[in-house]
């Protein structure tokens, strides 16, 4: 067993610390009321035996980390059900077990019963009608029925337009078709699909009197409910083994016209009439709700999976010795190599701006959604602009600062028990589901073109992009260069600003060539992207800044200095990644950039004695970490060691491979 | 079984191919001879029933990945030798079944017997005396015995002076008690070591008569040759799962005074003589080069996965269909939206500038071991320090590169049949093993800080650094910008130059302000890491320059051409990556910067009609991909869907999960 004696250099590290934990911990949780609901849930799930692994899920074969995993979701949600009969109900416990840090805890390879939640049954509330909503939740909301949503296909995932299968109405019967015309055309992907779900919400194109009316939402029961067995004409499986969320049991599933009746389709919003005709709904917009909601969560989730990575890098850092700096001195603890530091606290930087900028961006579409329902739909297009981009460079960083937490645990980084990999595997996936990184961006991107030509019209602008005017007043003029925070806000939008005017200079210079519009932004595409990322890196420098500024008021004056520099530091470091771009777009001379990386190694320095602090604060327990570098005690190496001993090939000091296959070919060789 | 017939999309793809792809693969194999033996071999091997998976490995447990790869590197070790006794011998057999590409087609997990070919049986010809080179080679040639080296500890990796293995001669007896005085002085992660190799080249701390002499190489059997049981005081066993290569098992290995003759240790350089005197190598330069060597082949490696990793994903981007362009026309191939081929075609020019660096290098350690030979040292410095940096950055990029392909999938990349993420688990590896990737650019920094100094005092510099004198003489003036390729590698070069000076200042201002020497450079280790990544890029750029003129020569125009494009397309995308450093150090301007993007966005159309050609003539066999999306055949969505039928899980219509948890789950909500 590790020793239960705290590492000597965490110890220290923990002396050094400039402020009170628990006060940070209340802040980045978001107040004392929840950080006690925290750590009852926390004591709740993680202290069930039905939890641990006899053998951890990394040793055992792909078929049994499903069966696993199917295991732990049901005593999960058997639980669940029993603090909603103690009173402790509401959405946190849901938000804390699906997608959040306590169910990767719980379940590292993911929930196979998580879409069911999260999107089947949103998908009936959302697209339901009350009298489908009467039939169907009830059910779904007591596991009665298990389900999940079906839209990505084999042949298109981001191009939903382009979705092959078809609902075909039959007016003799009052039912649709469903029907899977292609290979590519069969749904792949969903959670819970595979084995799990015996009901599934389907997208497919809607066709009635030989025309087509576009996707929408169908029910569909794929599984007998007491068999479990696939229903006739229904084609249903696994889609195989992934780079992580192995749990999830993703799924494809075709259709050999299979029926459902006209009822089926959920139509709160379009409909299809019993005589085949088709009533459109009343407005498109309501969907994005749903999306801008998923957006919101990803960037938190994002921040969450960073503070892991980071917690789990930093302590290690501080255990693990290597290399003198001095000759005639120990071996330093390698957090005090500079490179080092400067891997580990944007990590820690970006955890934080990330998880405020979520806040933010959350406070915004309640805000969006409150003006909706007075009608108003002014600022949607500008909160999906910045939602895009934001889910596209917050999971993106996050991937690479994940990666570069598990490398600066050099080898032991690349142990499964590090439990690094796994994090990025569940971050990197978010590169690509509910939306491609490089498609959001260049969403973004053709908003800003439609902003910029307002704004060089001179009409008003909505906030988030309210910096073109100053740029466009100030035209062909470099930005006076300060180092401020508020300087380098301004800088960055300066650049932002001026590589959205060049990509739209290029796009009208393409344009007169003979181009089509089209064409031309898909061939000034590079630099599109790279408009709406400085656009989306001005906006996350300039939020944190904001949510820090509110934040500080309220924290005490040790607390508020140590957040401060953590900002700092994402700030200095964003600006010194774009010297190249300040160097085009404002004033900034040779002598500031040398300035500017001194402040940037000086954040470094201030954060160094807290740096253990911080990640401890963060408050996530060691069953969560689930790492043999990362627990709060230290004990690295004991915990590899152990680890290392639950190997099933460490069970028998032979393996029967020396015997079948070694012994005779050593032996041949004589 | 996929359609054999051809996907429609490549054929058209490799109709508009402008150059023999013959010519490219004679002239990337490295000639008419290498390519017959490459094609023979892999005939000989990928035609063997014993290498084909029943159940494809990501599907089945730790252990019998394990135990699956011990049976493929037998059979492959037996046929090696059914070549050789057909004559076709010789080292290239070698390196494409261990290290290189044919290897990882066979066994995907890394092959256990590796190390013993790649270290053991090095490490026995370039430490041992002629007396124990006739001991020992023989039996561990013909796999008598198989061995791995142990060098690595639980708590030491990069830095070996730090390890704590003791080796403690005993006059008395003649011999060397081998102890581990803690748990971190356990040796971690030597490949083999755990179930597979009964011997073991261990380096320790040589101890005698009461003094250390440092580290040195030791020969310790570990197993019973018959029974392969441990022997008395050595504890084994394998540290567990990893992000990849989980069929190399790598160990730990323990020692509780373990005896070993004193003729175990390898005394070909240092020796301890039978009365405990401990005689110095006459000379230390040996050791670098081993280590060079291995260098040179890592970089090859990346280039060759590099390669596999891109020929995957261009395929796919040329099958796959998604959005529109123009909105009246037909999805497009994802290869033709302008960003997808910048994900794609600098990974391409990467593998292909990676290769020729790596015969660049292999070239200059041929020359300077010659010279070596004539007691001529004075550049082994300059390749040592090249050598490092080159690690370094061809590892990163080729990581980044690698992630870059597989998210440029999107979601099917994800699945491990696509086989991206199973290559990136081998390149990022990389970064790690073989001296840290910034600990290697620090130690390039150091050498650079030192030829610093020798240009400042007009001193003669060798090859490699000869730029940093006409910085020197054109002090304080930014150098003359121009977009030839020439001009690219002046401006890199003078980029590399000029953050070199900014670190050396800022070192010697550190160092008036009271710190020590090495306290100001580790407090300078951020600059001095992008210095010395500077340098090893105008490297990059200059050495793919030369070597590719040089091969243009013996080229038909049309190749001469393509290759070119990709050339270029490398140069034009390293210097617009370094456009912040170049506005620092050159006269480049803001039109230069629009005139750069127009280049690179030239080089990626020019490239475009070519990229199937390309890739197709890199001459990966399909078992060597192993991927469902990059087959030759293009016929992506069956073997997508051939793979997931493969599932275990897909055996059954309804998993005992269903029966055992989720049905109980489900009725109790009834």
Request: net charge neutral; with cysteine.
């Amino acid at each position: 067993m590790p020793a239960t004696e705290v590492n000597k250099d965490l110890q220290n590290e923990r002396k050094k610390c400039t402020f009170k934990n628990e006060e940070f911990t209340v802040w980045w949780v978001g107040g004392e009321a929840k950080l006690k609901e925290k750590r009852f849930r926390e004591k709740f799930f993680l202290g069930e035996p039905e939890f641990f692994d006899k053998v951890p899920l990394h040793f055992v074969s792909h078929k049994e980390v499903y069966e696993e995993s199917v295991r732990k979701a049901t005593v999960i949600f058997r639980k669940v059900k029993q603090m909603q009969e103690q009173g402790k109900d509401g959405v946190d416990n849901y938000m804390a077990l699906l997608g959040g840090l306590l169910g990767s805890g719980i379940i590292k390879e993911g929930n196979p019963l998580g879409v069911h939640f999260v999107m089947f049954l949103p998908a009936l509330m959302g697209h339901g009608t009350p009298e489908q909503q009467a039939e169907w939740i009830g059910k779904a909301w007591n596991c009665e029925i298990i389900g999940t949503y079906a839209q990505t296909e084999l042949g298109h995932g981001t191009f939903i337009r382009g979705l092959e299968t078809t609902a075909t109405y039959d007016e003799k019967t009052k039912e649709f078709v469903l029907h899977s015309p292609s290979l590519t055309a069969y749904k792949w992907w969903p959670g819970g699909l595979g084995h799990t779900a015996n009901y599934c919400v389907v997208i497919a194109q809607l066709y009635s009197k030989g025309k087509c009316h576009g996707i929408h939402p169908f029910i569909v029961q794929l599984r007998d409910e007491d068999t479990h067995m696939p229903l006739p004409g229904i084609s249903i499986g696994e889609i195989g083994n992934k780079l992580g969320m192995n749990g999830v049991n993703n799924g494809f599933l075709g259709f050999k016209q299979v029926r459902i009746p006209r009822t089926n389709m959920l139509m709160k919003n379009a409909k299809l009439l019993e005589d085949g005709t088709f009533v459109k709904p009343p407005s498109s917009v309501l969907t994005y709700g749903t999306m801008m909601f998923v957006r919101v969560v990803i960037v938190r989730d994002m921040a969450n999976y960073l503070s892991k990575a980071v917690t789990i890098a930093t302590r290690y850092s501080c255990v693990r010795r290597q290399s003198v700096i001095n000759p005639d001195q120990p071996e330093v603890q390698v957090i005090d190599h500079v490179t080092q530091q400067y891997k580990l606290f944007p990590a820690i930087a970006k955890s934080i701006i990330f998880k405020l900028t979520s806040d933010n961006l959350w406070d915004m579409y309640n805000q969006v959604t409150s003006e909706l329902d007075k009608g108003d739909l002014e600022r949607l297009p500008e909160l999906h602009a910045i939602a895009c981009c934001l889910k596209a460079v917050c999971t993106a960083d996050a991937a690479q600062a994940v990666e570069t937490c598990r490398l600066a645990c050099g080898g032991h980084g690349y142990m499964t028990c590090s439990n690094l990999f796994g994090t990025y595997g569940m971050v990197t996936a978010a590169c690509t589901y509910e939306g491609e990184n490089t498609v959001l961006l260049l969403q973004t991107a053709r908003y800003l073109l439609k902003v910029w030509t307002q704004a060089m019209k001179g009409q008003e602008l909505v906030p988030t992009v309210q910096y073109l005017k100053s740029f466009i007043s100030n035209k062909n003029q470099r930005q006076a260069w300060d180092d401020s925070v508020p300087g380098i806000i301004r800088g960055l939008q300066t650049v932002a600003a001026g590589k959205l005017r060049l990509a739209y200079e290029h796009i009208e210079q393409r344009k007169r060539s003979g181009y089509t519009q089209e064409e031309a932004v898909n061939l000034t595409s590079i630099e599109l992207s790279r408009a709406a990322d400085a656009h989306c890196r001005a906006f996350l420098v300039q939020s944190g800044y904001e949510m820090i500024e509110k934040s500080c008021t309220a924290l005490s004056p040790e607390l508020g200095r140590v957040v401060r520099d953590i900002y700092e530091l994402y700030a200095y470091d964003e600006a010194v990644k774009a010297v190249g771009d300040l160097l085009r777009f404002t004033t900034l001379s040779e002598s500031d950039v040398t300035r500017l990386q001194q402040k940037l190694e000086d954040s470094l320095a201030a954060i160094r004695p807290n740096a253990v602090g911080i990640v401890d604060s963060f408050d996530i327990p060691d069953m969560v970490l689930g790492s043999a570098l990362g627990a709060y005690d230290g004990n690295v190496y004991e915990r590899l060691f152990e680890e290392a001993k639950k190997s099933p090939l460490n069970q028998e000091p032979v393996n029967k491979s020396f015997h079948m296959y070694l012994k005779p070919f050593m032996k041949s060789n004589l």
